[in-house]
């Protein structure tokens, strides 16, 4: 008998525009034959189900259900493609442990901690090999200059906001001159932002995830940004940014960085599949951890859906896989 699935998308952010883009590359993926499935949009003003007919059918946030033809549907499990908030802020997560329905992303409190860049940072820390960039976390209404916690750090900066994804908000800033208007780019996007300074080095990502076979990892990304770094524009622009997958390491760096992210995923008990961005040194090699995305982007040009090609991993097997292995943990 096929399971009902809920594809959640939308969001509260401005990263719901790439949270749809996401959704409906895994909508063409999901195996059909195995499952039925239906996108849930979650928006601030209202939660629906759009049929092939542009008709809405809102959500009974009671229990997560939808009616079609006077039946009432329910859910045996979400998979949330929703990027920002309530998706990977651990907020859909808890309401969805509430009504004991199944999902296939992190749980609630290690969502809402991998949220904030400078807890999860704080958490991994002390993992061996992995190293972290001299940085400040800067709060909108503090009352402390914030030139006495940037006084220690030197020039280039990145400043982003501290709960983001996507590259929303975020400036390389190489004097002092261009800090002001990088900080109000980020505070218009969080009350909280993060300020580090710049790794020379080249810089990768890699998708990490639990199976029935324990925590695998995938051919990492190198990501050679045309722009001055990986931003929105960068990330979502095709050609924008030279990706090789598998990246460019060798064979003491590849075993380095595989031995390290699957330290970061299971130090931070994640579920399903995540992101992890990080930074190999120039000359040292040195594993610079930059981010963790619990709720990484699937569109066509996504790092994801890139490095399970270069594996030999079918996507649709792969969704399949996320699916049934939430499932099981709920059992």
């Known amino acids: 008998m096929k399971k009902t699935i809920a594809l959640v998308t939308g969001g509260f952010t401005t990263e719901s525009v790439v949270s749809f883009k996401s959704a409906e590359f895994v909508e063409t993926k999901i195996d059909k034959n195995r499952y039925d499935v239906f996108k849930i949009i979650i928006l601030k003003e209202e939660w629906y ?42 907020k859909l997560q808890g309401y969805f442990d509430m009504l004991n329905i199944p999902y296939t992303s992190c749980d609630a409190l290690t969502s809402a901690l991998t949220m904030n860049k400078s807890y999860s940072k704080a958490i991994v820390d002390g993992i061996e090999g992995l190293n972290l960039a001299k940085s400040a976390q800067l709060f909108k209404n503090s009352s402390e200059p914030y030139q006495k916690a940037l006084s220690k750090l030197v020039y280039p900066l990145f400043v982003k906001p501290n709960n983001g994804g996507s590259s929303i908000g975020m400036s390389k800033v190489k004097t002092i001159e261009e800090l002001p208007e990088a900080l109000l780019k980020a505070f218009n996007e969080d009350d909280q932002i993060l300020v580090e300074e710049f790794i020379q080095g080249r810089e990768f990502s890699i998708g990490v995830y639990g199976g029935t076979e324990g925590v695998k990892v995938l051919p990492c990304t190198e990501v050679i940004p045309t722009n001055e770094f990986f931003d929105f524009e960068a990330k979502y622009t095709p050609g924008a940014t030279e990706e090789i997958t598998p990246g460019r390491m060798t064979n003491e760096e590849k075993e380095n960085v595989e031995r390290i992210v699957k330290a970061i995923y299971n130090k931070l008990n994640c579920k399903g599949m995540v992101r992890i961005d990080y930074f190999l040194q120039d000359l040292s090699s040195k594993f610079y951890f930059v981010e963790i995305n619990t709720i990484p982007g699937q569109t066509a040009q996504s790092f994801i859906p890139q490095q399970l090609r270069a594996a030999g991993i079918d996507i649709s097997q792969f969704y399949g896989d996320l699916i049934e292995n939430a499932l099981r943990e709920r059992i």
């Open 49 to 90: 189900y759009l049929d092939s007919s542009t008709i809405k059918h809102l959500v009974d946030r009671n229990d997560f259900s939808i009616t079609l033809s006077g039946s009432k549907i329910f859910f045996d499990l979400a998979f949330i493609m929703l990027h920002g908030s309530p998706g990977e802020d651990g």
